[in-house]
């Protein structure tokens, strides 16, 4: 199961901080939860600070729970370290599942 990932950042010092610093650390701690990440993306255009990620879940992974149980490790406090969550003023998602012709499965 894929999520896409919305973030949408107070300025585009903290989007700027939360893309190359944050959300880079979050690479690795996804992987040791078993997440793998597709792409990252920041958009600033017409004044939104987003950055919007792709990822992908392991096999039979209850998303929600283990999101709540990334979000609540130790890996993860150290990912932000340093910032003010406070920053981010809006987090949508929505799970995905590919098509049969969908290049990424």
Known sequence: MFQLRIYTLRSPQALQQYATVHWARHLTTFTTFGVATH???????????????LIRYPPGADPEHLTRQIMTSPEFADDMAGFDVDDIIDVQTALLDPTSFSPIR
């Open 39 to 53: 792409g990252v993306w920041t958009e600033q255009s017409g004044g939104a600070n987003r950055l919007v990620a």
